[in-house]
């Protein structure tokens, strides 16, 4: 009885953190986008498919988020993590322990299995954060790079996914 009311309370504290700093945070950025480095952030909460999501970061001035080192990396995973605590999550009964999260990013492995670049710049994918066994190219179909997890921030990672997935999707622009 204790845990779960220590889990509800961290719950309640974390989607409160979350929902009342998100205007501060955005300081140097549009309204709803989060600062890090010299660059801002939007989690589009619509599932789309990679190549609507890529549509929509573009009409926004934007492109689907590029991973340039590790701090991101992880600096994402976190924000990836606070959108299950937040929005829609704060205000249901359902556990985050228990929700799948799968995000899409700029990586692409179009016309070269195996060799993934950045769709934004056509940069190789230099930092390397996928989950165990992948990528794996399942049935010869997944050519665009996503975030998956569940739980804690150590659990997201990189995995391959058929580009036509519907899926959440952060984008990233200069400041």
Not at 119 to 141: I, M, T, Y
Request: with cysteine.
């Amino acid at each position: 009885m204790s845990r779960m009311f220590s889990f509800l309370i961290f719950l309640i504290l974390d989607c409160y953190l979350f929902l009342n700093t998100t205007a501060y945070l955005s300081k140097g950025c549009d309204p709803g986008w989060l600062p890090y480095g010299d660059h801002c952030y939007f989690m589009v909460k619509q599932k789309k498919t990679w190549y609507d999501a890529k549509s929509n970061c573009d009409s926004m001035g934007s492109y689907l988020v590029r991973v340039d080192d590790i701090e991101e990396n992880e600096w994402i995973k976190i924000q990836i993590r606070s959108t299950v605590f937040s929005g829609e999550w704060c205000n249901t009964w359902v556990s985050p322990l228990t929700v799948r999260m799968a995000t899409w990013t700029g990586g692409v492995d179009f016309g070269h299995e195996g060799k993934w670049k950045w769709e934004s710049d056509g940069k190789s994918v230099a930092v390397q954060g996928f989950l165990r066994h992948q990528p794996d190219n399942a049935h010869n179909k997944e050519h665009c790079l996503e975030f998956y997890g569940s739980g804690s921030v150590a659990s997201y990672k990189w995995n391959d996914r058929p580009c036509n997935y519907k899926t959440y999707s952060l984008c990233e622009k200069s400041r």
